[in-house]
């Protein structure tokens, strides 16, 4: 089946639409690659409402956010063994042997007890994220620190300090260029 994107006009299969159950035909009026064009547009206009709006929402709805996890979790077992092992699998390949074990069991320790003391859960950031882009940091103990979680998600792994900025807000090809010009 085709059908013509609200956004673009071009008619393309209904593959190249998002799923919507509310939508008549089950899909979304953008096509994939307008949508993802219009939420990018968005973020550059409102770079701060996009992480306090998803941090306020798991905030306030802490008890169904946290439900929502444990049933996908239930729900998806293949997935979560997938995401832990190549999650464990890199944190080996970035620990370097000189890393000192003792002080980073000590901060994944830290960040339970203040789960277990303040009633919401803390997790262990890596400062430059394992894996992005432009950089790849190291799973030591200078580069950990406890953040609660709806900070941590919300951070992903695009940002860390001394990050490189282009004159456009964004990262990449273009700031490289800018640092040589």
């Not at 059908?3 to 096509?31: I, N, T």
């Not at 002080?103 to 830290?110: G, K, P, S, T, V």
């Not at 400062?127 to 992005?132: Q, Y």
């Amino acid at each position: 089946m085709i059908k013509r994107c609200s956004s673009c006009q071009e008619e393309k299969p209904l593959g190249e639409f998002h799923r919507r159950v509310a939508a008549l035909d089950m899909r979304q009026r953008y096509c994939k690659q307008c949508a993802k064009q219009r939420f990018a547009d968005w973020c550059r206009a409102n770079p701060q409402k996009r992480y306090t709006a998803n941090a306020n929402w798991h905030k306030e709805n802490a008890a169904l956010s946290s439900a929502r996890r444990a049933n996908w979790a239930v729900e998806n077992p293949a997935r979560v063994n997938a995401h832990t092992a190549a999650r464990k699998a890199r944190l080996l390949r970035a620990t370097p042997l000189w890393a000192n074990q003792f002080f980073i069991e000590e901060i994944y320790d830290l960040a339970q007890r203040r789960t277990k003391l303040l009633g919401f859960e803390w997790e262990v950031d890596h400062v430059v994220p394992l894996r992005s882009k432009l950089v790849c940091g190291l799973h030591v103990e200078y580069n950990l620190r406890v953040l609660p979680a709806v900070l941590n998600s919300s951070k992903g792994n695009r940002h860390w300090p001394d990050m490189p900025i282009t004159a456009e807000g964004g990262i990449g090809k273009t700031w490289y260029a800018a640092k040589e010009g």
